[in-house]
């Protein structure tokens, strides 16, 4: 009897370790970010210090995915939340400001830049596209170890630093690299057109001239008309633009018309610009889509 005794009393005291120890592991701290692109940096700075949950599948359109009622739920009891700002998650801006209103603490990526606007024919509007400027994300960096050393609990500090500085050490190494990967492009060839604006930044940082864009807006939630596709075409000849780049998650329908719209030999070129490719496809990091990027538009216009 005493044995069994025994043999029960281990089980419960067993039993309560396995308890403490699930309980130790739900208790992590918990960053919820918006974007993939995001969350792959957030992921490099806090390492396994704290859960990192990305809100965006890989692929989506940052401008128009949603989320569920669960993902919901967790952002109202993270640590902290990241989002990019500045308009870009158009889906998701009424869930951001419920959780600030709870009391989540919340960091805006794009309050860290300078910002620029993107300009088309008849309009204009704040560029949310800052990422595509690697030293504008030295700032962003910057801001995110700041947040994550005030706001996530139990971080260590040091390690932070640390990781923050080991990670713009090698955005620094790609702004470097692209540099001369661009310089190889002629200057009467460094002439952009996409499916929306999204290269201003990069544009800005490296001397680009940004023609004009398939649907002449910030977001892919707008639509061309047939004037804006008429124009566009007539100052792709002026230009003389030999390719359009268009988000690899979006159709290039538009893009293939006005192409032959333009009557001039324009190709077609997909990139990674608003999210991360799938594991293991040449873009599933963001220095390894900017790299991608980055040999895709040098190709793509030389």
């Not at 919340?106 to 990422?131: M, N, R």
């Not at 801001?143 to 005030?150: K, N, T, V």
């Not at 030999?242 to 018309?257: E, K, N, Y």
């Amino acid at each position: 009897m005493r044995r069994v005794a025994g043999w029960l009393a281990a089980l419960v005291v067993a039993a309560g370790s396995l308890a403490g120890c699930r309980a130790d592991a739900s208790d992590q701290p918990l960053v919820v970010v918006t974007t993939d692109i995001l969350g792959d940096v957030v992921g490099e700075l806090v390492g396994d210090q704290a859960e990192v949950m990305v809100l965006m599948p890989t692929g989506a359109d940052p401008h128009s995915f949603q989320v569920s009622a669960q993902e919901v739920a967790r952002m109202r009891t993270a640590d902290l939340l990241v989002a990019n700002g500045l308009g870009l998650e158009e889906g998701l801006a009424t869930q951001v400001e419920a959780a600030r209103a709870d009391g989540v603490p919340v960091v805006e990526a794009g309050e860290a830049v300078e910002v620029l606007d993107w300009v088309g024919e008849d309009a204009s509007g704040v560029d949310p596209h800052f990422w595509t400027d690697p030293t504008r994300m030295l700032a962003v960096t910057d801001a995110l170890g700041q947040a994550l050393a005030e706001h996530v609990r139990g971080v260590d500090a040091d390690e932070l630093a640390a990781d923050v500085a080991r990670y713009q050490d090698e955005l620094r190494e790609l702004d470097g690299w692209m540099a001369e990967q661009f310089a190889l492009v002629p200057e009467e060839r460094r002439n952009l057109v996409t499916n929306h604006h999204v290269f201003g930044y990069l544009a800005d940082r490296f001397g680009f001239t940004v023609v004009g864009a398939v649907i002449p807006s910030g977001t892919t939630l707008a639509a061309p008309s047939a004037g804006d596709l008429d124009e566009l075409a007539s100052s792709i000849r002026e230009a003389g633009v030999r390719t359009i780049f268009v988000d690899s998650a979006q159709p290039d329908r538009l893009a293939r018309v006005l192409a032959e719209q333009a009557g001039v030999d324009v190709s077609v070129t997909p990139l990674f610009t608003e999210s991360l490719s799938p594991a293991g496809e040449g873009a599933d990091s963001y220095l390894a889509m900017m790299r991608a990027n980055t040999e895709d538009i040098a190709r793509g216009l030389r």
